[in-house]
Nanobody
Framework: QVQMVESGGGLVQTGGSLRLSCAASGLSFTTYTMGWFRQSPGKEREFVAA????????DYTDSVKGRFTISRDNAKNTVYLQMNSLKPEDTAAYYCAASRLSVQLREPGQYNYWGQGTQVTVSS
């Protein structure tokens, strides 16, 4: 049974930082591309970042480039999202996801497994 558990969300002021973690189990972690998505109330789930199996290739949505960094530790079956210079518009529930595909993966439908989400709130 695949489980993906996010942690690290919380309340932070504008300009602050948070580090999200997602621990995966029940899957062959090194064969999956890992991604982070976010969703605000009334909005569709949107792509934030993705990282390939080795960590050698990453992809970011334009609004977080230069502020967020995705990384992974295959020995710990964990993917991270370091978020710096946070803005109120970054407020959302953040979800990690795993995909068997290896091409550019920005659509939720391309991912096979999802975590339950962790809330990030950035106050102005």
């Amino acid at each position: 049974q695949v489980q993906m558990v996010e942690s690290g969300g919380g309340l932070v002021q504008t300009g602050g930082s948070l580090r999200l973690s997602c621990a995966a189990s029940g899957l062959s972690f090194t064969t999956y591309t890992m991604g982070w998505f976010r969703q605000s109330p009334g909005k569709e789930r949107e792509f934030v970042a993705a990282i390939n199996w080795s960590g050698g290739r990453t992809d970011y949505t334009d609004s977080v480039k230069g502020r967020f960094t995705i990384s992974r530790d295959n020995a710990k079956n964990t993917v991270y999202l370091q978020m710096n210079s946070l803005k109120p518009e970054d407020t959302a529930a953040y979800y990690c996801a795993a995909s068997r595909l290896s091409v550019q993966l920005r659509e939720p439908g391309q991912y096979n497994y999802w975590g339950q989400g962790t809330q990030v709130t950035v106050s102005s």
